[in-house]
C-alpha cells in the first residue's frame, strides 16, 4: 500500500552514511521543499515536498553506498509561451560514500561520489543535487500553446534577398573580362 506523501515524515537533514550503511537502515520519507533553495532558485515553483526511499548498504565490491528513488513535480518557465508548465521529477539515486576525492575517483562510474566531511553529510544538500541534475534543460507545454504562425516569417523578407545584388557578381563580371583577352 502506497503512503501519501502527507503522512510519510521528513527525512533527517544531517546524517552519518557510515552508521547507516553498517545498519543497512532504509529511509522513506519527504524533504520540505523550503529545504531546497538552489532547487527553487532554478524552478518557477515546487508543488509539494519531495517523496525519497534509500536504502544504505555494502555493494558487492564493499563500497558504502545508497540507492533508491525520488519524484517530485514542478512548475518550470515554457520556453514557447513564457507561462508555467508543470513537470514531473523522478531520478534514480545511486550514490556511494566516500571521504577523500581519491576514493570518489576510485569508485565504479555507475556510483555518484559523494564525500562526507567529517561525522555527518547534509541529505538536504546530495539529494537536491540529483534534483538539479535531472531537470530538464528546457521545458514546454504538450499542446501547442504558441500559434504554429508566430513562427513563421512574414513572407516580405525573401524576396527582399533575392533582390538584393549578389557582392561577387562584380568579381565574376571581371574574371570573365580577364578571360576573354
Keep these: 500500500m502506497a503512503q501519501n506523501s502527507s503522512e510519510k515524515s521528513a ?3 544531517r546524517i552519518d552514511a557510515r ?3 553498517q545498519r543497512g537502515q532504509e529511509l522513506d520519507g519527504i524533504v520540505p521543499h523550503d529545504g531546497l533553495p538552489r532547487l527553487t532558485a532554478s524552478t518557477e515553483s515546487i508543488e509539494g515536498d519531495v517523496t525519497v526511499s534509500l536504502a544504505f548498504a555494502r555493494d558487492l565490491q564493499r563500497h558504502q553506498v545508497a540507492t533508491g528513488h525520488l519524484e517530485l513535480t514542478v512548475n518550470l518557465l515554457c520556453q514557447r509561451c513564457l507561462q508555467p508548465v508543470s513537470e514531473v521529477i523522478e531520478a534514480d539515486i545511486a550514490l ?3 571521504w ?3 576514493q570518489g575517483n576510485a569508485l565504479p562510474k555507475s556510483l555518484d561520489p559523494v564525500i562526507q566531511e567529517g561525522d555527518e553529510l547534509d541529505l538536504y544538500q546530495v539529494l ?3 534534483i538539479l541534475l535531472n531537470l530538464p534543460m528546457v521545458a514546454y507545454h504538450d499542446w501547442d500553446c504558441v500559434a504554429h504562425e508566430a513562427f513563421q516569417s512574414q513572407g516580405e523578407e525573401p524576396e527582399a534577398e533575392e533582390q538584393r545584388e549578389n557582392p561577387f ?3 565574376e563580371q571581371l574574371k570573365g573580362s580577364s578571360n576573354k583577352s
Aim: charge should be negative; charged fraction near 45%.
Design 19 to 21: 552508521k547507516l550503511v
Design 11 to 13: 527525512l533527517p537533514r
Design 100 to 102: 577523500s576525492e581519491e
Design 128 to 130: 537536491e543535487d540529483e
Design 169 to 171: 557578381k562584380v568579381l
Design 96 to 98: 556511494g560514500f566516500v
